[in-house]
């Protein structure tokens, strides 16, 4: 534990504790991996401007997304089949984000469910949407997350039919695992992994099992997002939806400067500039380098979020120093929670905590909310 020092101390944990279905699941982006790769890449382009003799006291990291407090300005971002990362991981990683003071986002296709995660924590959670064909079912979730208390609804608008991602289909991924002596053997040797999914009644996507109607083969993820997800979803669903909703709501996966004006129009309490971590379109530039021009369009209209490709604290500074007020983490909290549970989950928000802070320190600044463009090096 002592030795675990940044996220890829976590990865590394997590590859030896998941089934390699599980952990390719999380460590994929689609077809060539290109976007997956720039995501990362292009933060790592981005230099720092070395301060000196700046006082360097009491600092903070405190701020807030959509008028929420947060310890740090790093969600959790929503991610399917977490709870095969490890047993019951929605509900792990819910608690260790509640305990940290940043916000959780449950996926549709999580595998604990929304009642399952409101009875398991005690502070709001924000609930992640993806608009099926059957609009019962959209009303009945949204009805759900209200019930359960959720505090904001996240529409993710770049996933209306799914990317090819080919770990997977070499995989032959589902939830539950399928039991041919590929995936056995897989499962076999993780044996505490095993004995996790052993203690727990919750395999499948729970959010979903008895609650669609004609629901044929809900564990092919490609097959069933295929067969139920709206590839007609418009801007005039967006306007149904938060009606629907009535309380905040985040639109997620906004690369473009055109789809950003027509988001910002919605009226929506926040932007979140992605690409989906990768895993949609393959070829497509990574989120922090669309950030500038996204926050020189609608900077002055709608509060804008970030993810993808964040891996340190000095990821997260990079973000806020050109624009962004928030930002979440997909893998970073996935290889926490494969590597070891809820104290996984912490020790990755700690680590990104502590690098935010020391850097944040080093270039001169005592308070996130004062971080700007004035941190980075410009050549
Ligand atoms: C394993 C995995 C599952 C995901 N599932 C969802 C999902 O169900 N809904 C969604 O909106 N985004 C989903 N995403 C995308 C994340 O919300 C987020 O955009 C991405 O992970 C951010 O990039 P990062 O992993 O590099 O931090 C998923 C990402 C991963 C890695």
Known sequence: MSTVLEIADLKKLAQRRVPKMFFDYAD??????????????????IKLRQRVLVDMTDRSLATTMIGQNVTMPVALSPTGLAGMQHAD??????????????????????????????????????????????????????ERAKVAGCSALVLTLDLQ???QRHKDLRNGLSAPPKFTPKHIWQMMTRPQWCLGMMGTQRRTFRNIDGHA????????????TAEQFDPKLNWDDVEWIKNLWGGPL???GILDEEDALMAAKTGADAIIVSNHGGRQLDGAPSSISMLPRIVDTVGDKVEIHLDGGIR????????????????????????????MG??????????????????????????????????????
Request: proline content about 2%; charged content about 20%; some cysteine.
């Open 250 to 252: 985040i639109l997620k």
């Open 161 to 163: 039919i799914l990317g």
């Open 312 to 339: 340190s604290g000095q990821d997260v500074l990079k973000a806020i120093a050109l624009g962004a007020k928030g930002t979440y983490i997909g893998r970073p909290f996935l290889y926490g929670l494969g590597a």
């Open 213 to 224: 109607k004609g629901v044929s083969d809900l564990s092919s993820l490609s097959s069933w």
């Open 28 to 45: 994929s982006g689609a077809w060539t991996e290109s976007t997956y790769r720039a995501n990362e890449s292009d933060f790592a382009n």
């Open 89 to 142: 991981g929605e509900i792990l990683a819910a608690q260790a984000a509640a305990e940290f003071g940043v916000p959780f986002t449950l996926s549709t296709m999580s595998i604990c469910s929304i009642e399952d995660v409101a009875a398991a924590t005690k502070k709001p959670f924000w609930f992640q949407l993806y608009v099926m064909k059957d609009r019962d079912f959209v009303r009945n979730l949204i």
């Open 342 to 379: 809820k104290t996984g989950v912490t020790k990755a928000l700690e680590i990104i905590a502590r690098e935010a802070d020391i850097t944040m320190a080093l270039c001169g600044k005592r308070r996130i909310t004062d971080v700007d463009s004035s941190i980075l090096h410009k050549d």
